[in-house]
């Protein structure tokens, strides 16, 4: 079973308008529910793949009863801890007159040091079950870093490999946990080591960097087209795979997270790991809604996943 950590819950919905402007009523021609949470996000992704999958986190309110129903839709196990305030809703508005996009998002959980309490307590006893954790994210109010750097130590005490998503400040502080695989884009490894990450062997070196430091393999997206994977025993560049049509970016990492956890889970090389993330993510863009994909899809792309052997 893998196993994924959402602090910070959040669904996404989708409104495609012919057009927009400020001095009329909007009215949207299609509307589409998707997931959001790099973890949760990911556990949808393995629910269409097949894949045994429980979802932890902190949820509220409306918006978190439907987080609970999307991913229970994709047979994915829910263990959530009810807190105060709403699980994030991400809405989307994509104008299709000039192809532009654009997000409004608001944070709202109230988590107090009783949630967190309870939390763990479930989530030592889940942790019984699991072969992989995956958590990230950003955090909501109430939480700080050292929450992913206790969950981490947790889960890697009893022997359970950890996938790590960034996207919330003082990273490395969470690495001192030593997680055995971050994901991170080109902005977060910066800050990370602490200078711009302009070209290839940039990303290289920090990643290597960080993997000495720290023992923690790094898969970093360098932009739309490429991505660098540093492991420990060899390092590749992977090219974007070509779609038919990108529908749509959101989630996309979810998919990365949920190929990269399959391998750790059936001990396959983390190479085979990388190519189903790939691979998934890209039947993520072919979607409409945020972090959905199908598994033909991902089935059909995954024999175009390219490593190439770096430098």
Not at 193 to 201: A, F, L, P, R
């Amino acid at each position: 079973m893998i196993l994924t950590v959402t602090p910070n819950s959040a669904i996404d919905w989708a409104l495609f308008i012919p057009h927009f402007n400020w001095e009329g009523p909007l009215h949207a021609d299609k509307a589409i529910w998707g997931m959001a949470g790099k973890p949760s996000s990911a556990a949808w992704v393995l629910g269409e793949l097949g894949v045994d999958t429980i979802a932890m986190g902190f949820a509220a309110g409306t918006s978190g009863e439907k987080m609970i129903e999307l991913l229970e839709q994709k047979n994915v196990e829910t263990d959530f801890i009810w807190v105060s305030g709403e699980t994030r809703l991400n809405v989307h508005v994509f104008d299709r007159e000039n192809g532009r996009q654009t997000l409004i998002a608001v944070d709202t959980l109230e988590i107090t040091n009783a949630h967190i309490e309870r939390f763990m307590k479930r989530f030592i006893k889940k942790l019984k079950q699991a072969k992989v954790l995956i958590t990230g994210g950003s955090l909501p109010a109430g939480l700080t870093p050292d929450f992913f750097r206790e969950i981490i130590t947790t889960a890697k005490e009893k022997g359970v490999p950890v996938v790590l998503n960034s996207g919330f400040p003082h990273f490395s502080n969470v690495l001192l946990a030593s997680p055995d695989l971050i994901n991170l884009n080109r902005a977060h490894l910066s800050s990370v080591v602490g200078y711009e990450i302009i070209s290839v062997e940039d990303a290289y070196q920090a990643a290597r960097a960080i993997l000495e430091k720290y023992g923690t393999q790094v898969l970093v997206t360098l932009d739309n087209e490429r991505s660098l994977a540093v492991l420990k025993e060899s390092a590749y560049r992977i090219p974007a795979l070509k779609v038919e049509q990108i529908k749509n970016t959101y989630g996309a990492e979810g998919g990365i997270l949920a190929g990269i956890a399959y391998a750790l889970a059936n001990q396959f090389p983390i190479e085979d790991g990388i190519r189903l993330g790939a691979a998934a993510s890209s039947a993520v863009t072919m979607t409409s809604a945020a972090a959905d994909c199908r598994k033909d899809d991902v089935e059909r792309l995954l024999s175009k996943v390219e490593l190439i052997p770096y430098p």
